[in-house]
Each structure stands twice: as structure tokens, then as C-alpha cells.
């Protein structure tokens, strides 16, 4: 299976800012996918982030909120934009292997106040 | 519209139990089932499921799908304290690449 890290690991942010994350892979894949848990739930998927292609976002999500890069096919960013207390989540990326299975980064936990 | 159920939602044990996982599903063109444990913040993946009756196994826990029932169950024989975690329960069709993702099984194994 494919190693992901993501960056940061954690962060406290004021309302208002905008976090980046940052996701890479240690082999070529076609599709990152990024999550959001909130907490007690289960995972929502924010969007799907194809290299050389604007990401494919959910009901939902907006691009001006959550806007993805995908400049390669081992790395990803999602930023979260102007952010609220609402948004306090873990954010997951996973990237999907040959045999239908996705496999997920280490997660960020964000806490906004 | 497609939906995954796990049961219980949350679920207390003591060390040594053996327990049982359920997650049923309704989706069009059903392709696989996943089992992932999370117990920080990462899911980390445990068995893909695509064929009825066929038992899949690691260690203290195995999984099986029927597909005549639209389930399948996980089990976790001699619980230690170190299962305690979120199981989740994922499926995809036919239809996209997406997972569609059940609520979770909250675990606490309690020495």
C-alpha cells in the first residue's frame, strides 16, 4: 500500500484565516481524495483531486472554501478558507489503490477559535 | 439512494470478550465491501469483501459478506484493550469510484 503524510499534523487557527494542507504520496496515483470528520461523525467526502483536471467537489463543498491543487501525481493541497469554529474537523486525504481499496493519510486535526 | 448501516453504534466490552460487528448495505451494482479500524485520526484499512460466504481473516478478526442478506459482520475474538477504536464500514458500486461510508461502531474494551 501507498505511504501518505500529510502536514500539519494539527493546528489551532483564528476565525477568519485560511489553513493549507498538504498531502504526498510516495508513488504515482490517479486519484486523492480529501475528508472531513467532524466530531462524532463519520467521514464526508469534500471532493476528488485528479492531476490535470479541477477537482470534482461534493453536495455541499465549494471550491471557493475548500480549494485543491493537484500539480503532480504524488501531491495535493487543500486549503480551508476563512474559517469558522464550524469547520474544526479532522481533514483526511486517501488515495485509491489498483484494487479498489483506499488508503489514508495520517490525518490534521484543526481546531478554529 | 445508497446508503451503509452499522449496528451497535457504540459498544462496551471486557478484555477477553469475543465481539461481533454488523454492517448491512443498499446500493445499486454493489462492487465491494471495506472494514477500516480508527483510532486517532487515520482509518487504517482491514479487509475488502467482495464475494458471498468467503471468510476473510487476520489475526483475532475476520470479516464475511452475504450478499443474499446485503451484510456482513466483523468479528474480534479475545478483545484486548488495544481494539478499542472506531470500526467503520465502507462500500462501492459499480457506479463511481467513491466509498459510501457507514456511521461506525464505537468499541471500548475494558480491562
Known amino acids: 500500500s501507498a505511504v501518505i503524510s500529510q502536514k500539519p499534523s494539527r493546528d489551532i487557527c483564528q476565525r477568519g484565516t485560511s489553513l493549507t494542507i498538504q498531502c504526498q504520496v510516495d508513488?504515482?496515483?490517479?486519484?486523492m481524495f480529501w475528508y472531513r470528520q467532524q466530531p462524532g461523525q463519520s467521514l464526508t467526502l469534500i471532493a476528488t483531486?485528479?492531476?490535470?483536471?479541477?477537482?470534482?467537489?461534493e453536495s455541499g463543498f465549494v471550491i471557493d472554501k475548500f480549494p485543491i491543487s493537484r500539480p503532480n501525481l504524488t501531491f495535493s493541497t487543500l486549503t480551508v478558507s476563512n474559517m469558522s469554529p464550524e469547520d474544526s474537523s479532522i481533514y483526511l486525504c486517501?488515495?485509491?489503490?489498483?484494487?479498489?481499496?483506499?488508503?489514508f493519510g495520517p490525518g490534521t486535526r484543526l481546531t478554529v477559535l | 439512494e445508497d446508503k451503509v448501516v452499522q449496528s451497535p453504534l457504540s459498544l462496551v466490552v471486557h478484555e477477553g470478550d469475543t465481539v461481533t460487528l454488523n454492517c448491512s448495505y443498499e446500493?445499486?451494482?454493489?462492487?465491494?465491501l471495506l472494514w477500516y479500524k480508527q483510532e486517532k485520526k487515520a482509518p487504517t484499512f482491514l479487509f475488502m469483501l467482495?464475494?458471498s460466504g468467503i471468510e476473510k481473516k487476520s489475526g483475532r478478526l475476520s470479516s464475511i459478506l452475504d450478499k443474499k442478506e446485503l451484510s456482513s459482520i466483523l468479528n474480534i475474538t479475545a478483545t484486548q484493550t488495544g481494539d478499542s477504536a472506531i470500526y467503520l464500514c465502507?462500500?462501492?458500486?459499480?457506479?463511481?469510484?467513491?466509498?459510501?461510508w457507514g456511521a461506525g461502531t464505537k468499541l471500548i474494551i475494558k480491562p
Open positions: 486517501s488515495v485509491d489503490s489498483s484494487t479498489d481499496t483506499q488508503y
Open positions: 508513488s504515482q496515483v490517479t486519484m
Open positions: 483531486a485528479n492531476q490535470g483536471s479541477e477537482a470534482t467537489y
Open positions: 446500493v445499486t451494482n454493489f462492487r465491494s
Open positions: 467482495t464475494s
Open positions: 465502507a462500500v462501492t458500486a459499480d457506479s463511481n469510484y467513491q466509498l459510501i
